[in-house]
Each structure stands twice: as C-alpha cells, then as structure tokens.
C-alpha cells in the first residue's frame, strides 16, 4: 500500500476516496485519538461549507462568453 499522511487519508475519507485496507487503518486511528476524530470532523465541515458556497457564473458573463464564442466561432474552421 502506498504511503499516505494519516491527514491526507482523512481528506480522501471525506470524500469517500479511501480503499477498504485505508479505511481499515483509519478506523483505529480515530477510535484511538481523539484528536484524530476532530480534525476529521473539521474536514468534513469545511466541505461542507466549500459546498454550500458554490456560486455559478452570473447572467452578464454567461452572454459575454456566448458572444465570444459566437464572435470567435469561425476562427475553429481556420
């Protein structure tokens, strides 16, 4: 197996990443550090967060791609 930080590790569970032997290990890591469950949890919070703020492109710079793209559209064929 390839050698990963216990943080790292934590990261990749976040996002459900993790192979079973990783998960295996991680599992007694945290039931023997409680320090260990919080950064995971702080990880999983700051997800969280990272996710409910994410924000699409406002109208005004959607038409102004389009009109690139339009604009620049026979360029392609060159």
Do not use: W
Request: hydrophobic share 30%; proline share 3%.
């Amino acid at each position: 197996m390839e050698r990963t930080s216990t943080q790292d590790l934590l990261i990749l569970h976040a996002y459900g990443e993790t192979s079973p032997e990783q998960r295996e290990f991680l599992a007694t890591q945290l039931a023997m550090n409680e320090n260990l469950q919080e950064e995971l949890m702080d990880i999983i919070r700051t997800k969280r967060e990272l996710t409910s703020q994410t924000k699409s492109p406002s109208q005004t710079s959607l038409r102004i791609i389009m009109e690139h793209s339009y604009k620049t559209e026979h360029l392609q064929e060159i």
